[in-house]
Structure formats: structure tokens, C-alpha cells
């Protein structure tokens, strides 16, 4: 039963797909909070693998190399297991406790500071909202079912012979501290990430599929050769037949487009530009510039990951904010300018990812309320 038990837990630290049984046993035993204390020292060791200043001397290549996440999940799970067996005591070991050690009164307090779960708000075309919160009953919207399969995922489904007369359009918003997922008439995924907003027609109509987004998202197309898919965005369209793409579109940031696979076609204006897989085209003093990229590290996010390589410091903090929605303050500006590598979960808390970040020995912070707040860290 324990060696059973090792197994579901290295494969949950992995972001392994468990069973609908493994998925039970693993709630079940984490139901008991010296379980979630276990596995929370598991999820910093593989959280807090290292971070660090560009100021570092060191190799930053081999650095990254240690922190990057891992494609194949045998070598992260033999890592897992060698801490496993180091805090086996304290872990998997809990589960012989007596009943009266288990009544141990625990006292917990709420942080004020959590990390994002699946939030949204569904706008209809009737302009009647409805919040996006532990699954909806079916709805009927013209041309279209709406239901929720899952607690994290809206779907549409197109109702033959029931076309709208005029193209009828509902809009999804993902607060800060949000993420969905929806899946369109059409067949298409799209992943959401905080703090984002997206317009779509609830079936498609004419001869092309088109959708307006601002935020992020990442957007597994269906393919349909005859019927192209375009996302609007605030500076140029992006045009495909069938594809798989990340589109980061936030108020104040660069504009990047990320291919994972498949062709787009960026179209702004005259300008046509054509990107090919690991390619990322960011918008640039208004020219469109690309470079290669690994995208691994762009869409960690739709995998429940921050992953952050050589990034400024307010770059990092911002994008945690959206997240984790808190307030930043910055006591020493410089600090904005350090760069960063760092990996952790989505599902971290808040002071995990502080520790991370104060690892480099060059900054400091500490939360007061639901504000951040970062200074340079004094020399001894």
C-alpha cells in the first residue's frame, strides 16, 4: 500500500496524468493536513531548485539546465524519489499515526495572499452573466449548447439547422487569480490565462472563424482548410486553418505570438509575415521582429508552471500578480532591472515562490496585506 501510495505522489509532483482510482487516492490522503505539510516540502524541493540574479557569476547555461522542466518525467520522478526517500519519515511514514496523534489540534490561518484557481465570468448575448464557478447547468444560446464537462472547461456545441439569422456572440472574462478553458462550436481549444478576455460567436458562420482576445491564451485550432480561424488582437490578426499557438496580448507588454505547431500568418495592415514552429514574433516600435524561442517555457502557464528564464525582476513580479492578485511596492526601483531564473507550480504558495526569488541573496520582500513589498537586499 505505502510503495502504492510513493508511486501516485512522485507521479502528481511530475505532473503525471493519474487515474480516476490514483486521483482518489491521492485526494483522499491528502485530506490530512501532516500530508499536505509533506508534500509541500516535496513541491520546494522541486520548486526551489535555484534562482538567481544576473549579477551571479555563474554558468547560467548549466544553471538553467537544473531548473528547466524536464520532458522526460522518468528523470524528474527519479529526482522526486531520491527527496522522497529523504523525507519518507515525515511523509508517506504519517500514515501509520494513531488516532491519538491525529488529534492534535491544528490551528490554520487563511492566507491573504492564495494562488489562482479556475475563475470565469460568461457573458451571453442576452447580456445576462453567469459566473463560471464548480460547473453550469446546460444553457441554449442561439445556434449553440453551452454546457461544462468538467469544472474547468465550457463547451460549445453547434446545433444543426439552427443558425442565428444574425451572428450572436458571448464573451468570456478571466479575472486576476483566474484561468479556464473553452472549447468553441467549432472544435477548437482555447486556454485562458488571468486577467484575460475573449469575444467569439457561439457558431460559426461564413467563411471564416473569427474571435478578439486580449490577455493571453493558447489556442489548439481545429482544422478546417475551408474556413480559416483569425484572432483579433490589438495590433495585427493572425490568420491559420488548423494549428497550435500562444498569444500574449496584455495592456502595457510587447505583443508576442508564439508558434508550437503547425503555420500562422500575422497579417497587420499590408504587412504579411509567416512564422514556422519555435518561432515568436513580438511587436517591436511598431515592426514586427522574430526570434527563436523554447516554447516549453512560453506556455508553461496552460500547464500549471512558471517557468522564467533570464527575466527582469518586475516582468516576473507582474506576472505573478495576475495570479496570485496582489499589489507590488517597490522600496529600492533598481531592483526592477535584476534578471531572473526560476521555475515553480502554479499551484505554489506565495511564500514558496518568495523563497525562490530571495535565493539570489540580492532582494527582499515581504507581503503586508495583499501588498508585495521588494528592496534590495543590504551586504552584511
Known amino acids: 500500500m505505502e510503495k502504492k501510495l510513493e508511486e501516485i505522489i512522485m507521479k ?3 505532473s503525471e496524468i493519474l487515474s480516476e482510482d490514483e486521483k482518489v487516492c491521492f485526494e483522499e490522503w491528502f485530506k490530512t493536513p501532516s500530508h499536505q505539510r509533506y508534500f509541500r516540502e516535496l513541491s520546494k524541493f522541486r520548486s526551489g531548485v535555484m534562482a538567481y540574479s544576473v549579477k551571479d557569476k555563474v554558468d547560467r547555461k548549466k544553471a538553467w539546465n537544473k531548473v528547466r522542466p524536464v ?9 522526486l524519489k531520491y527527496a522522497a526517500i529523504l523525507l519518507l519519515p515525515l511523509g508517506v511514514g504519517l500514515l501509520l499515526l494513531t488516532r491519538e496523534q491525529e488529534k492534535v489540534q491544528t490551528v490554520y490561518v487563511e492566507p491573504t495572499v492564495k494562488p489562482g484557481g479556475k475563475l470565469a465570468v460568461l457573458t451571453l448575448s442576452t447580456g445576462k452573466q453567469v459566473e463560471l464557478v464548480g460547473g453550469v447547468s446546460a444553457i441554449s444560446e442561439q445556434g449553440a449548447e453551452i454546457s461544462t464537462l468538467t469544472d474547468n ?5 453547434q446545433v444543426e439547422n439552427k443558425m442565428p439569422v444574425n451572428e450572436a456572440y458571448n464573451t468570456i472574462t478571466i479575472p486576476r487569480g483566474g484561468e479556464y478553458r473553452l472549447v468553441l462550436a467549432d ?3 482555447v486556454w485562458l490565462n488571468s486577467d484575460s478576455y475573449i469575444r467569439f460567436p457561439v457558431a460559426f458562420s461564413g467563411d471564416k472563424r473569427q474571435v478578439e482576445l486580449r490577455g493571453e491564451a493558447y489556442f489548439e485550432v481545429a482544422k478546417n482548410v475551408e474556413k480559416p480561424f483569425v484572432v483579433k488582437i ?12 500562444n ?5 502595457g507588454e510587447r505583443v508576442a505570438t508564439t508558434l508550437v505547431e503547425g503555420s500562422v500568418q500575422l497579417e497587420r495592415g499590408k504587412e504579411v509575415l509567416k ?4 518561432q515568436q514574433a513580438l511587436l517591436v516600435d511598431g515592426q514586427l521582429v522574430m526570434k527563436e524561442v523554447n516554447v516549453v517555457d512560453v506556455i508553461g502557464w496552460r500547464d500549471g508552471t512558471f517557468s522564467f528564464k533570464e527575466v527582469r525582476l518586475e516582468d516576473i513580479i507582474n506576472e505573478l500578480a495576475r495570479w496570485y492578485d496582489f499589489d507590488v511596492y517597490y522600496q529600492d526601483t533598481e531592483v526592477k532591472n535584476y534578471h531572473f531564473t526560476a521555475w515553480f507550480r502554479r499551484n505554489a504558495s506565495i511564500a514558496e515562490v518568495i523563497e525562490v526569488l530571495e535565493k539570489t541573496k540580492k532582494i527582499k520582500m515581504k507581503l503586508d496585506g495583499k501588498t508585495l513589498i521588494v528592496q534590495k537586499k543590504s551586504i552584511q
Do not use: W
Not at 71 to 79: D, F
Not at 234 to 245: A, E, L, M, N
Not at 247 to 251: A, E, L
Open 71 to 79: 520532458r522526460k518525467i522518468s528523470r524528474v520522478r527519479q529526482v
Open 275 to 278: 512564422m514556422h514552429p519555435g
Open 234 to 245: 490589438s495590433d495585427y490578426d493572425i490568420r491559420v486553418t488548423g494549428t497550435q499557438f
Open 12 to 14: 502528481q509532483l511530475a
Open 187 to 189: 472544435g477548437t481549444t
Open 153 to 157: 472547461e465550457l463547451v460549445y456545441k
Open 247 to 251: 498569444v500574449r496580448n496584455y495592456s
